[in-house]
């Protein structure tokens, strides 16, 4: 039993590893020394599991990059960088992903600061809010945190910042912009999973990606990216792109999957994208971050929308979560206030 | 041989179909008579080729949908819908392009006006007329048709129009707001091959959608409509859509292909979907309009991206070219620059 689950092996492309398996059933394991270590066999017997990608070390990387990047600005005699967040009601997520914001802008060298309103708080005054931040040049970036309260209308709200303060690339400009290809603001987790994959070395031109999930601050910007020319101004991944979601069936999906030479998932739904989807040595990125009660211990923890532990016998790469694509968004929206410090006109 | 023609059928769904067949192979024909016309068999050899949809019968549907309006808008004390196009340089095709759709704007009821402009005009000149237009109250929807010179940045260009009267839907708000579910200017082709999916009566929820190509005016926009959800502002095909281009290697265009129950195709590459390709019974719309010379007479004629005559015997809908998505995108211009004047304030 032990030999079967650790041996995940393409039984198509070594058809006759079978009748090894076959030979050794009754002994339900493998002897490697029995083995020549030199053939194909048994480079496939070696097989280890997926690269696990960290999220965490990979936003070290361009946290040190953004560092260094306001460190010139300042030299340069401009302002430094300074994000302003607004933040309406109580929503403890909501609250937990501001202050993991405002702590990494002070951690590599910026100013920020958060704005809160109560849920009560009107559409009007919050479009004046806006309207001041966008004329003051002392700010930089400028985030309205997601989701607002009922009567509150996010469209107007997400349009009411100035394009190139928003640094979450939700207002409509920015949104045409990445349709079109054109350098703007790219939505901060699509920008993450872009970021994953090119530090990861995973190759996108020709390849089939499937991007499960189709929300317009995820799946959608991710699939513009990805399918994208690699020439054009902002440049894409080249790659096939196939966008799957919630009407897609399930049997197709996993069809769809066992096609896929990067998966991902970004359809909120845990534990979604199961080992027998995944082709063997796919790239599987996590974007799924769902709340979960451990039913041992009771407490609530976070999961992905992939099998992680039985997928990563799998797959070539994988993002965890926590740790994957959720640090490296908190660093893209700190690289998007830089890039807008930098547009920003100097005076 | 004209018998193995004539019997397209599922050789997988009625495996003892091949037997008859083998018995046949020596006559090279089957006598129908020999068979039980009401089993299964009889009905499959009985298989007819594709319903070819025909873009002109059913732009003549839009077109008096489109009168309609206009007698209706004239009615209640509203000035024509006004049509205006700027024209710039000799190209042929663009010059009977222009020709169209003034013509159908006059058979419809519309009135209409088409500035030349030689191709040394500069985009300085380009934006104040665009900008005259703008203001023009008395003009419902405007063009300018591409391709432009390039000395002029057709993207400038394009942002020029005023969102209201951009009847092409390449302003960059129209793209953020089709590419975010929103009531929009829909690019006409885009708009065509939607309004020939609904029309045909071709279901798309949870349907596969491969495009092949992946242009901002087409193939881009086509995606975003058929992917999108049904219940949205702009309503969606709530279909699983694969973007598919020139990077697609081709053997995995075939075997995307296979699995699409919707192809699109436009890629500007004559002849590219064969039969070999398409599922049985799938819907195939070809967009594409390429010029070539025919190898016996020597003139040009226009093919598209599909083998009409192969893919027709295997589909279960096909659109011809000409004929089928060309009428369709020229009366989706006239129900834009209707919409348009709906949407102009009235005064």
New interface residues.
Partial sequence: MAATTALTVNYTRIQTLTLYFQHCRSKRWINLKTVNRRSPFCRSLQRHAATVVSGTELARQIHKEVQSDIAKLVAQGNRRPHLSVILVGNDHASHTYVRNKTRAASLLGMSSSTIFRPSSVSQEEMLELIDKFNRDRSISGLLVQLPLPEHINE?AICNAVAPEKDVDGFH??????L????RCMVPATAAAVWEIIRRTGIET??K?VLVVG?S?NVG?PI??LL???RNHERPGG????????R???LP?LK??AS?ADIVIAAAGVPHLITADMVKEGAAVIDVGINRMQDPVTGKLRLVGDVDFEAVKEKAGFITPVPGGVGPMTIAMVMKNTVTAAKNAPTY
């Fill in positions: 469209r409509i400009v920015n949104t045409g912009k349709c079109l290809d054109q031109v020709g089939n189709r317009k959608m699939a513009m399918h994208s020319d080249d790659a096939t792109v196939i966008m799957a979601h009407c897609t069936p197709r069809e769809l096609l």
